[in-house]
């Protein structure tokens, strides 16, 4: 094999991977394409292991997410990006570790903050409730 027969062996693969438009080994799953082993989710592509998910792209390992992209090992993201091992994050992006954050990039290990800044429990869940209303955010429960 030489790279010019590599290089065109690799284009289809990929090719074929993004043609697919299966669901293996999912189960419940309404309007996902290419979602393996995945359960009750529903207008999602490319997740892997995720459960009870919506509008989601290339999530691994999540559950209850609403319109998360690029996600490992998260639950009830909701408007997330690329976060990792994060729960009840909102409009968030690269976290690690958090939880209750919304608004938040680039944090590990915090809790209950708002755009970056620390909140105590009481009035984080207050503040969140008033801009997910004002904020129209679908799919977050406060």
Not at 118 to 132: G, I, S
Request: net charge positive; hydrophobic share 30%; charged share 25%.
């Amino acid at each position: 094999m030489n790279a010019k027969e590599f290089e065109a062996a690799y284009a289809r693969l990929v090719s074929g991977q993004h043609g697919r438009r299966d669901n293996p080994r999912s189960i419940g799953c309404e309007g996902c394409e290419r979602c393996t082993e995945c359960t009750f989710c529903r207008a999602s592509t490319g997740l892997t292991r995720s459960h009870y998910c919506e509008s989601c792209v290339d999530c691994i390992d999540c559950s209850h997410c609403v319109r998360a992209k690029g996600c490992l090992g998260c639950s009830h993201a909701v408007d997330a990006a690329r976060c990792v091992k994060s729960a009840y994050v909102v409009r968030s992006a690269d976290l690690s570790g958090c939880t209750y954050c919304f608004g938040c990039v680039g944090l590990t290990g915090k809790d209950f903050h708002i755009l970056n800044e620390p909140y105590d429990r009481e009035t984080y869940f207050a503040t969140v409730k008033k801009l997910a209303r004002e904020l129209r955010i679908a799919g977050l429960a406060v």
